[in-house]
């Protein structure tokens, strides 16, 4: 990495936006690796199974945008900080009263949402210290919080069978709180006046065709990878009847490589352009979700496709920020909220579809087939793109 990024911008606050990031990542997908025990509990049919682990991405896709106002309005530190706090007040109730019908998880769902939209914080909290060349790097660090769904599938099934799965609620506020701690002291708001979105602002916004097209690449990048994240623990289950612990671990190795890959795919995009990693992401992933639909391997081929399309998704996460920065410099809180916004609505039909389809066809297959297909269209879409950004975008257009 270069020595220059470290002389800029403001270290502490840039792992601390990590750290929210990644924790609160962790809570938003507490659903995803005990649904498998969840289910079983409740009753649940796959597709209301599905449904269930949707949810929380739906509600933390819409409330990105509000999040991201309110961070406008008092200072990103603070609205992290008070999101924070609604965030493990919502865990205490669900561990002390207790969740027993489908709806009051769906309601408890909706509330983890709240940990979703940390994406509204995090990155304007950690990009706005950093110069256009260093963005793609710095949102990639940032946006590597989305790690904290590893250690969800890794300790949350394991904490179910320990303790029961309504105390894996109780247990997750320590390490929340925790960073709550670091967040308040390490934290700290980028110098220079932030001019406040109002709604106005995202309608101006979506007026612009450029402002469509991320949002469609996003919700594809961001989308495939919250929405398998989210759905990979049921399908392992249902595929290759793995328990909930085996099919953690499973995801887990997936989300993984998903979220390593993110910073290295914004450095990737500062080195050979944003639009070059995209169009390389989307034909593997078109490749790889594709084979995964319909190969006749068994579980540790499925795994392997799994966490290589993982691995292009995170790429696919970074190179994405990489490119918003350049193309909407003054206008990056507005666009961190749409696009944001329409990563998770991506990643709730993902995860929501999946589980429909199963229910419809007795497979999986037909919905990652549906996937593979909107990302070969990402390819094409962006195919299209690529000559009018590189010749029309001024700002840095070398890295385009």
Not at 76 to 95: D, F, T
Not at 121 to 150: D, E, F, K
Not at 273 to 296: M, Q
């Amino acid at each position: 990495m270069d020595r220059s990024f470290w002389r800029n911008g403001h270290t502490p606050t840039l792992f601390s936006a990590f750290l929210y990031f990644d924790l609160s990542f962790m809570v938003w997908y507490l659903l995803g690796p005990l649904q498998i025990q969840i289910a079983q509990t409740l009753a649940l049919t796959t597709q209301q199974r599905s449904f269930m682990v949707a949810t929380p991405i739906l509600a933390g896709a819409i409330l990105r945008v509000f999040m991201g106002m309110l961070a406008d309005r008092i200072g990103a530190k603070r609205a992290g900080l008070l999101g924070q706090v609604c965030v493990i007040a919502s865990l205490l109730v669900a561990w002390r009263l207790g969740l027993h019908s489908l709806p009051q998880v769906l309601l408890f769902g909706l509330t983890l949402g709240i940990a979703g939209a940390s994406f509204a914080v995090a990155l304007p909290l950690a990009s706005r210290w950093y110069p256009p060349q260093h963005q793609g790097t710095a949102m990639g660090i940032a946006g590597a919080g989305n790690s904290g769904t590893v250690l969800a599938a890794l300790f949350a099934p394991a904490l179910a069978v320990a303790f029961g799965w309504q105390s894996v609620f109780g247990i997750a506020c320590i390490p929340l709180v925790a960073a709550l701690v670091i967040y308040m002291v390490c934290a700290k708001d980028a110098p220079g006046f932030v001019e406040r979105k109002r709604f106005s602002d995202y309608a101006r916004m979506l007026r612009g065709g450029d402002t469509w097209w991320f949002m469609f690449f996003y919700s594809l990048t961001f989308g495939g990878f919250s929405g398998f994240a989210s759905a990979l623990p049921g399908f392992f289950h249902d595929q290759f009847a793995f328990d909930a612990k085996l099919a953690g671990w499973a995801t887990a190795a997936c989300v993984f490589a998903g979220s390593v890959m993110r910073p290295f795919g914004g450095l990737l995009a500062d080195r050979i352009g944003g639009t070059r990693s995209l169009l390389n992401v989307f034909a593997a992933v078109t490749l790889l979700i594709g084979t995964a639909a319909f190969h006749p391997g068994g579980p540790v081929v499925t795994v392997l496709l799994f966490i290589a399309a993982m691995l292009c998704l995170g790429a696919g996460n970074g190179a994405v920020f990489q490119l918003v920065p350049q193309r909407f410099g003054k206008d990056i809180g507005v666009m961190t909220g749409l696009v944001g916004m329409a990563g998770g609505v991506g990643g709730f039909a993902l995860a929501a579809s999946l589980g429909a389809i199963k229910q419809a066809t007795g497979s999986y297959a037909w919905g990652l087939a549906l996937f593979a297909l909107l990302t070969a269209l990402g390819w094409a879409g962006m195919s299209n793109v690529k000559h009018r950004w590189r010749n029309t975008w001024s700002l840095a257009a070398a890295r385009v």
